[in-house]
């Protein structure tokens, strides 16, 4: 196997190289500065290769060398907390070692090679081990990391240790093969597991449109597709602060570097609602900025997938978000047309859906050997060009994904956020998910919300008329809907990220809006039919309580009250008169 | 280092030279064409392999022939940057312009940039005062931010851009501040009105000025905002000042782009447009923010006009998705008189919330301004519906909407162009609009701010 070459041609990223003879996806180091690439095609004896770095003043005739190793992630304690750039290279170690601007020519090596980690054992000696067997447990941050056998090794335990050590320290050693904490496994290939199962719980994000109107699963898939400005970045940041996954990664995938930096400052000082620890103990953050390399950017939401399922690997629920993966296609438009490649529709290479497809499919709920289960729930950004969904990106997601968030630009002009349109979005996983509602909400739950869905559909087809005729026109049986419905959407609908109280809904809180908002409804129905104007309901001192309850500390206790009694007593005072 | 001449063109093409028979030659590197007559052109390596080189000439092929001879300078495109730049009017390809000395540099350096990385960076959440209430109050500017202006011809974007670089100031600070102004394809007599501008408020002493103009190649326009940058870093980043920098008019930096993919025989994007505009534009954008620990920071305000007035245009659209929000101007206002014609509705600044709100602005501006747009998108929905039924068919509350959208535009986005509103008088006049709704409709506003801000509380 030749393993040094040279350079032929250079044209951007793409470098085509001679004298090495490497498999598709190997690793190949590029000129003097070694710059990192990967093989993505081979012609006759010439390589072509993409370089996750920049090339400028790289020149023909200088070396190539093969590595003989496709990308790999590195897995092991040390991940949580990390910010990683496209291809797992620390970005704080990468400041301290090139400054403030992003350099190249630097490796740098995905985990810490001098921490030292806890280890205590969960088997012992002549126990039988096989694959994905967790061999013992080390503390990292606010999660148990559990140790695994690698994939594709198994055997029995001749020796296990006990103690401090680093992740190249041997731990154990399984029939004769010694067992070091951390394990490399290639990015483009999903990790192995027995069996996928059905998700049938859902991910509760605390954002009350997503939790009690179209519900994610654990394990399932979601695409918020929406025009620039919608609310994309925030829903995911909502989701990756406020979601009940034990661990989170965050893909931002050719984005802006001053949303990435809010990222990074704020979530070190965020914590985590239940468990009252920083956020950070549990999230893994990938930067790959708009200006970073093209190449690593196509390569970061592998990165991503691969920590992902690492962890799911261990019995954890990860939720994964991309944003945007429009940002990942265009990479690989970029790149596939660096290689003049026959072009699909909008110059997406033929080959674009069957990469999303993949992508996906990578999320899912698996059944561990010992009957426990491990989950990726995945939900990608899509940034549709003019806001057209049937381009090619989104359309090649919906085609997949269980879950879709409409991002609607008339409801963010009018500052509804979030700008998730409830006309147009829909999860095919809300019917499968009552059983869970009726045992862990309420027995009523499901009810309620297709009552509120009825509502907000009656409303769509009011409107239409109120276009037509002015809001005076209409019965006042129709124009309480109109009342209710604008309750629903201002109480409950929209949700102020930014508002410490409001950011977070716990789905007791959701259920005990959607009650009231409903005993209002039949209070009110009630009152209209013993001829009171809907102008006097809507005036009601509670009505006007509800609508700003949710902007209180105590905003449980308002709600309880409201449902209690105040609401019936107003209404009584009502019929008096 | 090689400086042989070659003398092996085998093929011109727009703005694309092939040389042959080289010695390896770098990516990027930079090249000189030498016509027969001694007069030369710079250009860049966009392509090199053992067979050929494909050298892109900034000042445009026009002229060269197949005698010309190319030589390689084995390093890519520096810019000479000083202290003593500031002031100066340089071309788009950065020679003086202004008949004075050559700049004698501090330091070359890297037109490209690096991306900063985003470990390092830091936060942007110092709020710039613009004086223009639709700014400061509706879509506020931060220090680090790049907030363009998304224009159509014929629109004031020009003046706005101008009255934001008078007008800004952080509160409470005494720093440097310095303009970068960029200028890709507009006319002389845009041109003039910029300089006589600069001139009129003694700006240009703390200006440094590119000038690509109408009539300059095109293909300089992909260098142009590239100098602009490096220069706004070196002030920026070296020097600590505050910089401002306005590139103007991205869409024929676009055009350009398109040029050079045609040339190459790419494979087109949307509308013509190369595939990697995306990551070309994110590499002029992301030069803007702040750096830990480094004193200055660049602010940017690129300017485009969409063609058609069509913000799904492939310009202003992925400009949108790099950019943190967008101010933009809407032909309807100035068909009604309204200057500066920025349509709230669908600008955006993303840094906002970080830039507002106790010790910044002030503690009600969030809930203000959020009203405001609901308040104003409402009002706005109704003239529909008054166009149909009348104003007589509505209830009372839909009437104070819609009186609240005519105000809005009258009180709010209608300025002087030299009126310098600071954020406390913005913020009152929007109270002072706001207090003409029931005051059950203020949704937005948490009670306690009602009480301290509301006209009515506020004068008892």
Redesign the interface.
Known sequence: MANEGKI?????PVV?AEGISPRMYDVILVGKEKLMGEVIKIVGDKVVIQVYE?????????PVINTGQPLVAELGPGLLGS?YDGIQRP??E??SV??????RGVAAPGLDRKAKWQFTPTVKKGDKVEAGTIIGTVPERSVVHKVMVPPGVSGVIDDIKQGEFTVTDTVAVVSGKPIMMMQKWPVRYGRPFQKKTAPDEPLITGQRILDSLFPLTKGGTGAIPG???TGKTVTQQQLAKWSDAEIVVYI?C?E???????V??TFPELEDPKTGKPLMGRTILI?N????P?AAREASVYTGMTLAEYYRDMGYNVALMADSTS?WA?AM??IS?RL?EM?GE??YPAYLSARLSEFYERAGRIVLADGRTGSISVVGAV?P????LSEPVTQGTLRIVRVFWALDSKL?????FPAINWLTSYSLYSGSLDGWYKANVAEDFPELRNWTMELLQKEAELQEI????????LPEEQKLTLEVSRLVR?LFLQQNA?HKVDTYSPMARQYKYLKSIKMFNDYAQKAIEGDVSVDTIA?MKVR?KL??SK?EENVDQILDSIIGGELAKEFETLGAK | MTTKEYRTISQIAGPLVFVQKTE??????LAIVRMPDGTEKKGQV??????FVVVQVFEGTAGIEKAAGVRFLG??MKMPVSKDMLGRILSGSGEPLDGGPAIIPDDRL?I?????????????SEFIQTGISTIDGMNTLVR???LPIFSGSGLPHNEIALQIARQAKVLGAQEEFAVVFAAMGITNEEAQYFMKDFERTGALKKAVVFLNLADDPAIERIITPRLALTTAEYLA?ELGYQVLVILTDITNYCEALRQIGAARE?????RGYP??M??DL??L?????R??G?KGSITQIPILSMPGDD????IA??T???????LVAKRELVRAGIYPPIDV??S?S??M??GIGKGKTRDDH?AVS?QC??AY??GKDLR??VA??GKD???ER?RQFLDFADLFEKRIVRQGRDEDRGIEQTLDLMWEILANLDE?SL??I??KYIEKYHPKYKKA
């Open positions: 032929f041609r250079v044209a951007g085509t920049d090339t400028a003043g790289v020149a023909p005739g200088e910010v970005l704080p990468l400041m090139m400054g403030d601007f992003i350099k025009a620039f400005g931002g050719g802006r570097g001053n949303e990435m930096t809010e990074l400052t930067a900025t708009s200006n970073m093209v940002r265009e438009r970029e047309s003049e072009p909008e110059g940034s060009p003019g806001g057209d963010r002009e009018r500052r509804h109120v276009q037509l005729v002015g809001s005076d026109a201002e930014y005036k006007t609508q700003g902007l | 390896p030659i770098g990516y990027n590197e966009l392509d090199t392999s053992d067979d390093e890519t890297e490209n940039g690096a991306a900063i990385n985003p470990w390092a960076r830091d936060s942007p680090g931010q790049k980043y790419e494979v087109p994007g949307r595939g990697y995306y990551t994110a590499s954008y992301e030069r803007a923010g750096i830990k480094k913000i799904t245009h492939p659209d992925l949108g998705y790099i950019t943190e929000g967008q509705s669908t955006l993303r840094l919330n970080e969030k959020d747009y609901a998108a409402e529909g519906l149909i039924v068919a509505l209830s839909d059950s949704t937005r948490d009670r």
